[in-house]
């Protein structure tokens, strides 16, 4: 029998969320080949990030969960929910808004390598700096929010969701309608930097 909300902590509850998305206590990819692309091109792979994506790189891209929504009735309360973990070789290029990691390297004070998207519901443009610390801005806020771990970020983007336990220990695949008939999420993809 699966645990109930009450006898998770929220970290043990983000684990989980993580676990479902394909990472692992001791997860270390071979990102050799990214790391001389980006020698061959003089991008700095600094330490920090070379660890982050040696440990997330290639994971699910989103992860999906339900919560209990604040009202009993909600038309929501049966909806899957999505957590993105877009890491991007070239993040800079693809990322929807570019001006938000100039933000980050501006209040940052360090050198930073973007990392691409992550969050909920709006996932916000996410950097690492030289000292490890990973820097998140949402286009809907000002503010860059800093966090020493992924876990912490996540903790803070599911602030006030009340997560459905079961569906942290199901499979991360979910069938949902689109334009063109039910589609399985999220689309595996091979790890990019690898």
């Known amino acids: 029998m699966k645990p109930d909300t009450h006898e998770l902590g929220r970290r043990e509850q983000m684990i989980l969320l993580l676990k479902k998305a394909g990472w692992h206590e001791g997860r270390h990819v071979d990102i050799s080949g990214f790391e001389r692309r980006c020698k061959e091109a003089g991008i700095d792979l600094f330490d920090s990030a070379k660890a982050f994506l040696q440990e997330f790189s290639g994971i ?26 877009n890491f991007i070789p070239d993040a800079l290029a693809e990322i929807s808004r570019p001006e938000d990691y100039r933000i980050i390297v501006s209040f940052a004070g360090e050198d930073c390598f973007c990392l691409g998207e992550s969050g909920y519901y709006y996932p916000a443009v996410v950097a690492i700096g030289r000292s490890g610390k990973l820097y998140f801005k949402h286009d809907y806020e000002d503010t860059v929010r800093v966090f020493d771990t992924l876990l912490d970020s996540m903790e803070h983007e599911l602030d006030g969701h009340d997560l459905v336990i079961p569906t942290l220990y199901e499979k991360n695949e979910v069938l949902l309608p689109t334009l063109w008939g039910k589609r399985v999420f999220p689309v595996k993809r091979p790890n990019p930097f690898v």
Not at 62 to 84: G, L, N
């Open 60 to 85: 699910d891209d989103s992860v999906y969960f339900k919560y209990h929504p604040d009202e009993p009735d909600c038309r929501f309360a049966d909806d899957w929910h999505d957590y993105t973990f």
